[in-house]
């Protein structure tokens, strides 16, 4: 079983929609969690909108500190937002691989809703797409820089 921690600084929208499509897809293969540096506290609204309109489950989401997830020891740390990217990850994250996939941030459309909607559709296809070709990797059988390469791939 392969553990995935997306973060996201706030912890309320793209970090989420991974943690949700991550393990609707996951197959008994990956597990997936989320949480922030700096977290909201709440899910977006719409984050939980859009994926229950996507048939994505949202049961037990919610924004939460990445120091939740200290005894974790996940095997790919994978962050989504820019800033996250540029923060400095705890010490316990240590081990992990680390990779930056960064998704653009539907929840800062405010003014058209057929734009902000069309945006999570696409974000949220974005992810069902790398977490598929995240799924067809023979994780078990390849090394760790073998590993971080094939996952950088995955976000182009």
Known sequence: M?????ICTHNRCRSILSEAI??????????????????AG??????LKYLQETNFPVDGLRSQSWDEFASLQPDIVITVCDSAA?????VWMGSAIKIHWGLP?????????????NAFYDVIQTIEERVKK???IKWHDIDNE?????????SR
């Open 134 to 136: 995240l799924l067809s």
């Open 2 to 6: 392969i553990k995935i921690l997306y």
């Open 42 to 47: 709440e899910v977006h609204p719409l984050t």
């Open 105 to 117: 941030d539907p929840s800062k459309i405010n003014d058209d809703a057929e734009k902000c909607k």
């Open 22 to 39: 991550t393990n609707a897809h996951g197959q008994g293969k990956i597990t997936a969690w989320s949480a922030g540096s700096h977290p």
């Open 86 to 90: 540029n923060e400095m990850c705890p």
């Open 146 to 154: 073998t590993r971080q390469l094939l996952l950088h791939q995955l």
